[in-house]
């Protein structure tokens, strides 16, 4: 039974593959992964393998934990997380699909690349403040005490921030603020976000996106 599936996958991605011509870059990704059908379309803004695409403030999604990105398309989906662009493809697809690519783009590696150039010096010593020890008189605890060391994520608890593009990290944050993205459970990053001002997001941002994922 299983094998039939797999073999019937496969087919669906040769058929795929030839639908989107053979010098399309979709077509080499689709060939060499196997990306179940739903997630190929994603390819177009996050990139080959997930890794994201700044230039339409796509954020990398590869290796963000299943639950994460399984919970974002359905913030998506409801409203919870304003986006014009996410609302409409998550929205048209079912629970199981979100499951299904879900679990791809948590399965593939995190891309090791930084993002940003190295910040000013007075940037990156308060973007790091911010990140690894907080601000007690701004009662901002370290960001990277629910991401994780060096903000790589904590599955089930927060995603990564490193390595992402500080505009995209920046966008999040002003969301928050403005209350178009309103999905962190028991207000979180709701309350986080309104104790920080714009050199704040602009030094912490830049310190994330500045960093390398090694992650374990
Ligand atoms: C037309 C471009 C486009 C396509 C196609 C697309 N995305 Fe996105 N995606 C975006 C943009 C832009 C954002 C950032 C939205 C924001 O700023 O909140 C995003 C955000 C996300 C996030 C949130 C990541 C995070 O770190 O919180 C997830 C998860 C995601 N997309 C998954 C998918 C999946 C799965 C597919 C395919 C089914 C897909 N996307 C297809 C453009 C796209
Ligand atoms: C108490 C735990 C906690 C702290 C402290 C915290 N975060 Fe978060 N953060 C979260 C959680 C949980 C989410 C995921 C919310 C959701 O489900 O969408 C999140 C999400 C984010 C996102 C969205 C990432 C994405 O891929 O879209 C950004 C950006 C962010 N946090 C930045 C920060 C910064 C900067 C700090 C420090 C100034 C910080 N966080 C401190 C828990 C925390």
């Given at each position: 039974m ?7 996958w496969?087919v669906?991605?040769?058929?795929l ?14 060939a060499t ?6 997630a ?17 403030n796509?954020?990398s ?8 990105i ?7 989906a ?24 879900a ?7 995190v891309?090791?690349?930084a993002?940003?150039a190295?910040?000013a ?6 973007g ?10 701004k ?6 005490n ?19 593009a500080?505009?995209?990290?920046a966008n ?12 962190d ?8 976000a ?13 310190y ?8 374990p």
């Open positions: 299983t094998r039939i599936n797999t073999h019937g496969i669906g991605l040769a058929i593959a030839a639908a989107y011509g053979a010098d399309s870059p979709l077509a080499g990704a689709a992964k196997a990306a179940p059908p739903g190929v379309p994603c390819q177009a803004c996050h990139g080959a393998h997930g890794e994201g695409m700044a230039t339409v796509a954020p999604i590869a290796g963000q934990a299943a639950h994460y399984q919970k974002q398309l359905r913030d998506f409801s409203g919870a997380r304003e986006n014009l662009v996410m609302g409409g493809i998550a929205k048209s697809l079912s629970d199981a699909d979100r499951a299904k690519v679990a791809y783009y948590a399965s593939l590696p891309p090791a690349v993002h940003g190295t910040p010096s007075a940037v990156a010593a308060r790091r403040q911010l990140a690894v020890e907080g601000v007690e008189a009662h901002v605890q370290a960001c990277n629910c991401h994780g060391p060096e903000g790589s994520g904590v599955p089930l608890s927060a995603p990564y921030l490193a390595g992402q500080a505009s995209y990290l999040q944050l002003k969301s928050w603020q403005r209350g178009t993205r309103k999905n459970a028991g207000n979180l990053m709701t309350s986080v309104a104790r920080l001002d714009d050199t704040d997001i602009e030094a912490v941002t830049a994330y996106a500045s960093l390398g994922l090694t992650l």
